[in-house]
């Protein structure tokens, strides 16, 4: 038997006009709140053991300033009971919620800047929820179950089935089977009280992009209405605050809208009220599906629970022959975004104009042609190294380097787009010289719920990826009898771009474009979670791991000075992602 808590909390940020995280749009902001955004937290402990906590938030991710300072405020309100290491924040991924929240300074463009008043409205409710699910924890059967959905429900289609079909484990998919290349099984941990359904936890892999980047109000999308569908449906049932988490899975791929033939056409004609419409009718569809599978408990589970975390750099690993198909020196390099990232995804959400991507390309070709022209230049070998780790990408912004397209980033004219614009203004001004554009150092972390392991990645991991990486840890964690099970939670702890598969990367769609470490970085996540689930499997007090490494301090004069203070801005521009 478990004793298990949950509870919910708003997260109270007031739109003001700010930029939503996302889409990576100038003009895609809220005005106005069309649903609450909450902080949901479940505690889990087994015996006397150091509970385990998962709290997830209807945000766009992740960032390490909310992971370490929601960290700091737990272990001061509830010292050695908190264990950092056994806390999972995860979040729906919803293109609808605020920005401003990360320490570092790309993903804050938009906004503009870094708002303090939104993370600490987050922390808040990230502290005040887990508190509460410790405090009201009582006797709970766990049950863990997945379920199916069937192949005609309109619930998931992959965006990207050409880089998909490049994977030799898959049957290659056509234009009309796109709805059949991702994982449609939905898994899901239930908690019970006299054979009662009280609370749960979905795991199922969709973008949560039903809402476009035209509406300007904060909103949950498909996955919050899931969430509040449910709560509904067991508060008719006489319960009181249930809690239904509705987590991602293998999303890196997969849009909630239809991908095929005529598919823009298809997509231009949900607008408007519809889009909140077709967000709601896919949170139903998981909700259905979730409450099907979870209306008995008839998979108990008992056992320990146990947490592994470690941090590492992604930006520099050596990548073993196991992961590198045999390829001597294969590395890693610094985060690096190619032209694809610029051009946005299909349906989900466009970036610039194709007439700026296609220059992106022939500058970026010119470039990297230049730079290896010479073999004896100083640094050639620094970029031999930087195009062999990132291949066909055409790299156009040196995230680590700060440089578009070979040159420092101040130099590139705002005129273009009112991102490039902010950026520029907070190079002269001294915001970012000593502070990262993006993480290079994130966390990786396994979880142990009895029967069950839980892999919880930090990025955006395409279907297949997300298979691999399963695999990896499988054949490890087999050699433990008692372990039956290894699931995937994505945009778990902190964010890294895209996580796609070396033969999915050769494609160069959005998802490659935006797998900032180069064409290794699926091998080095397996490699790292390899790595440590060698560990898991040890006794703990024979353990021996990182448990140090973290990211480097943001410099607080830097941070102070790309902190937007309301000065919000109303400018239009090009931008895109998913």
């Known amino acids: 038997m478990y004793k298990v808590g949950w509870d919910k909390q708003e997260i109270h940020i007031i739109p003001k006009g700010y ?39 209807d945000f766009g991710c992740i960032t390490h300033a909310m992971r370490s300072e929601a960290i700091k405020q737990l272990q001061q ?79 998931a289609w992959n965006r990207s089935i050409k880089a998909y079909n490049r994977n030799p484990e898959v049957l290659p998919r056509t234009e009309q089977e796109t709805h059949l290349a991702l994982n449609r099984r939905m898994q899901l941990i239930g908690f019970y009280r006299q054979n009662q359904l009280q609370s749960f936890i979905s795991f199922f892999g969709v973008h949560a992009t039903c809402l476009g980047n035209t509406l300007n109000a904060y909103d949950g999308d498909n996955k919050g209405y899931a969430a509040t569908l449910s709560e509904e449906f067991l508060k008719q049932k006489g319960l009181i605050n ?3 988490i509705f987590a991602q899975a293998t999303a890196g791929d997969v849009s909630p809208h239809f991908h095929g033939h005529k598919q823009q056409k298809i997509r231009d004609q949900i607008q408007g009220e519809q889009e909140y419409q077709y967000a709601q009718q896919n949170g139903r569809y998981q909700s259905e599906l979730a409450l099907q599978a979870l209306s008995q408990p008839l998979n108990r589970i008992e056992g320990e629970i146990d947490a592994l975390c470690t941090y590492v750099d992604l930006s520099n690993i050596e990548i073993p ?14 985060p690096c975004h190619g032209q694809a990232f610029f051009a946005g995804t299909p349906v989900d959400g466009h970036g610039a104009p194709k007439v700026f991507t296609h220059g992106m390309s022939i500058l970026a070709q010119w470039v990297r042609k230049k730079r290896l022209a010479n073999p004896d230049s100083p640094q050639y070998a620094k970029y031999q190294a930087l195009y062999a780790s990132q291949g066909v990408k ?23 787009d009112p991102l490039i614009g902010e950026m520029n203004k907070q190079i002269k001004a001294g915001a970012i010289q000593d502070s990262p554009l993006v993480p290079s150092v994130v966390p990786l972390q396994l979880i142990q719920l009895g029967p069950l392991v839980l892999v919880c990645c930090p990025g955006e991991i395409t279907t297949i990826a997300g298979q691999r990486v399963m695999k990896t840890v499988q054949k490890i964690v087999a050699l433990n009898p008692n372990i039956k099970d290894v699931w995937l939670s994505s945009y778990c702890n902190d964010y890294m771009g895209y996580i796609t598969t070396f033969e999915e990367y050769q494609q160069q769609a959005y998802e490659g474009g935006h797998t900032l470490f180069g064409q290794w970085t699926l091998s080095a996540v397996q490699f790292k979670f390899q790595q440590l689930a060698q560990q898991l499997c040890i006794a703990k007090d024979l353990r021996e791991y990182d448990q140090s490494t973290r990211p480097k301090p943001i410099p607080k004069q830097e941070l102070a000075k790309r902190t937007n203070h309301g000065n919000v801005k109303t400018a239009a521009s090009q931008g895109g992602g998913g």
Not at 395 to 416: R, T, Y
Request: proline share 5%; hydrophobic share 40%.
């Open 19 to 57: 930029a939503m995280f996302g889409y990576g749009m100038w003009t895609h902001r809220a005005d106005k709140k069309r649903t609450a955004l909450y902080a949901r937290s479940i505690s889990i402990q087994h015996y006397l053991s150091t509970p385990l906590i998962f709290c997830c938030l």
């Open 77 to 155: 309100r509830l010292g050695s009971s908190f264990q950092e290491q056994q806390l999972v924040l995860m979040a729906t991924h919803t293109h609808s919620g605020p920005g401003g929240c990360g320490y570092e300074a790309l993903y804050n463009m938009p906004t503009p800047g870094f708002i303090p008043e939104h993370l600490d409205a987050v922390i808040q409710a990230i502290v005040e929820s887990i508190c509460n699910a410790l405090q009201h924890a009582e006797d709970t059967e766990i049950s863990i179950t997945s379920i199916q959905f069937d192949d005609i429900t309109p619930i």
């Open 242 to 244: 249930p809690v239904a």
């Open 321 to 334: 022959a196991e992961f590198s198909k045999g390829i001597v020196d294969a590395r890693t390099s610094q």
């Open 394 to 416: 055409n790299i156009v912004m040196e995230a680590g380097d700060k440089k578009i397209l070979g040159q420092n980033v101040d130099v590139i004219p705002g005129i273009f």
